[in-house]
């Protein structure tokens, strides 16, 4: 769970920048697979944000929802004993609302994306009295994808009427450059860790001459828990 | 190590690189800020610069220099409002509107400066105390069985269901006026959807567009907009809609539809106009602007923007008004009798 402030613009609704709180939800498992002598972990993150931001005159309000998941491989070094270095793709959808409280026949802005992305990583493990803390970083850099826009004045009404121009737009880092970062700390208590981290989540576009950005910064907090899987043999 | 001082070095580039932000030039919240960014707001999106400047000589550039003249770093609140309403009545639209929380900046002219044709007193005189209202539809059959239909906002909601109802009520009518007068518009949905009864087979009723970019010029390729016949009760005789000045937006729309219709018959006045789509935006001080952003089209790909001219025109008079009838019903049940 991460809570923050969020900025967001959408010229599509309105010329001016929207800010106030926001709160995430995130999901993440990660496990290291069989191949490449277990080099290759998958990881799989589901992040849903909601927020409500506010014009800076205070009159008018934007109430944004957001689900992202992304599936991700990642290669694995081990360039010092406690040092893991992680390096791979992800593929990722993101699937939105962003609704203004104020406006007419442009009142909405959906978000669908696909994207691939590049994933970077490390994981330091140290320890403090005997107990093993986990300290990490990770970059995610879409790098090739598709989203949906709309034209830039069309409606959502030409829409639904099954009128199309250039809905669908190939979107990569010159046209939309993002990246999600995450600096966590996982602290060790007895059957699980507490997680503080960091969260900055950069979403941005520029398609169809609608500028668009939305840049989160969260402080996360929450808990990990680690399982390990055995063989019905070593049973 | 070489390989990880690499790694480090690509990553801290790669974050810079993107983190940089996309972001839309934003105008500081002073007079000279306020009028830049309104006038931005219609040079990039508002869809009738060119049809304007060819029609009423509008100067998009001629007006940011004249109302520039007009600001003041001192003035007030109120001034700054009313030189921001007086720059848009330039464009001489209805649908663009200058809201802030003390007033609504309108542009009105396109029905305040015609006669209205229309005497509340009197139309219900005719509807009577015993007619029937389905959903924000009022009917009744009046004594020489011509159903008689008030439709007076678009706003209200009206279903399929209340449509065919009234219509499954009206069947033995020998025709139907369609009294739209007084309508000023709502939502495209319920005017299409009254008008999809009036027609058996999907017609072309006109074409719509959409700004693809912030050049005056950049439009998409005309999109046809086809009415599609409902699939409740179709009304088959004659009808007449009756028009004013006040019709405008949807119901200007509606209008278009119906003049594609088979049997139909529109008598009064010119509508209102009011064929762009309209977009909303804000200023830096919070005053929110609506502006039309989308044009619509006749079938012959007309602009409709200044109205849409009646098959005949009609009048109420004075000396009508004095008698208690009203010109233009009259002249449609006459209408719809000779037909």
């Known amino acids: ?235 | 190590m070489r390989g990880i001082r690499v790694f480090f070095y690509y990553s801290v580039l790669a974050i810079v690189m993107f983190s940089s932000c996309v972001r839309e030039e934003e105008f500081d919240d002073t007079p000279e800020g306020n009028l830049e960014a309104l006038w931005k707001i219609i040079d990039q999106q508002y869809c009738f610069l060119d049809y304007k400047a060819e029609t009423i000589g509008l100067d998009w550039n001629a007006a940011r220099t004249k109302y520039r003249q007009r600001l003041s770093p001192d003035m007030s609140r109120l001034q700054l409002f009313q030189v921001l309403c007086n720059m848009l009545a330039e464009l001489q639209d209805g649908h663009v509107n200058l809201f802030s929380s003390a007033d609504m900046g309108r542009f009105w002219s396109w029905k305040e400066n015609y006669p209205l044709n229309l005497n509340d007193e009197l139309r219900d005189s005719y509807l009577g105390k015993d007619y029937k209202i389905g959903a924000g539809v009022k009917y009744r059959i009046l004594e020489d069985n011509i159903g008689y239909v008030v439709y007076e906002s678009f706003t209200d909601a009206t279903g399929e269901g209340n449509l065919s109802d009234m219509l499954y009520y009206l069947r033995l009518c020998d025709g139907l006026i369609l009294d739209v007068r007084g309508n000023s518009g709502g939502a495209l949905t319920y005017s299409s959807r009254l008008a999809s009864h009036f027609t058996n087979e999907k017609i072309l009723v006109g074409y719509t567009r959409h700004k693809t970019g912030p050049g005056h010029n950049d439009f998409s390729t005309p999109e046809a907009e086809y009415l599609e016949p409902s699939d409740g009760v179709r009304w088959q005789k004659p009808v007449v809609v009756l028009t004013n000045r006040e019709c405008f937006s949807a119901t200007n729309t509606f209008v278009r539809d119906m003049r594609e219709c088979p049997q139909v018959i529109i008598l009064g006045d010119r509508t209102g106009g009011g064929s762009g789509l309209p977009f909303s935006s804000e200023l830096p001080c919070g005053w929110a602007v609506r502006f039309s952003a989308c044009p619509m089209f006749d079938a012959e790909m007309n602009q409709i923007e200044f109205g849409i001219a009646p098959d005949l025109y009609c009048s109420l008079t004075e000396y009508d008004i004095q008698r208690g009838v009203d010109t233009l019903i009259e002249a449609a049940r006459e209408v719809i009798r000779r037909q």
């Open chain 1, 1 to 235: 769970m991460a809570f923050g402030r969020t900025h967001q613009q959408d010229t599509y609704l309105s010329p001016l920048e929207y800010t106030g709180p926001q709160l995430t939800l995130m999901h993440e498992t990660m496990r290291l697979t069989h191949r490449s002598q277990g080099r290759i972990s998958f990881q799989s993150l589901l992040q849903g944000t909601f927020s409500l931001t506010q014009n800076s005159p205070a009159t008018a309000n934007d109430f944004g929802g957001r689900i992202a998941y992304d599936a991700g491989w990642h290669y694995n070094w081990k360039p010092l004993p406690d040092l893991r270095i992680m390096a791979g793709g992800q593929v990722g959808t993101d699937f939105g609302i962003l609704y203004n409280d104020r406006n007419g026949n442009n009142p909405a802005q959906g978000r669908l994306s696909f994207d691939i992305a590049a994933s970077v990583g490390g994981i330091y493990t140290f320890h403090l009295r005997r107990r093993p803390f986990i300290a990490r970083y990770q970059a995610d850099i879409p790098l090739l994808g598709c989203m949906f826009s709309p034209q830039f004045g069309q409606s959502y009404y030409e829409l639904s009427r099954g009128n199309r121009d250039h809905n669908v737009c190939f979107a990569w880092p010159v046209n939309a450059p993002c990246i999600r970062q995450m600096l966590t700390l996982d602290i060790p208590f007895r059957r699980f860790s507490l997680r503080l981290g960091y969260l900055s989540d950069a979403r941005q576009s520029h398609v169809n001459h609608i500028k668009v950005h939305d840049i989160g910064r969260s402080f996360m907090l929450g808990f990990v828990r680690h399982f390990t899987i055995q063989s019905k043999e070593k049973q």
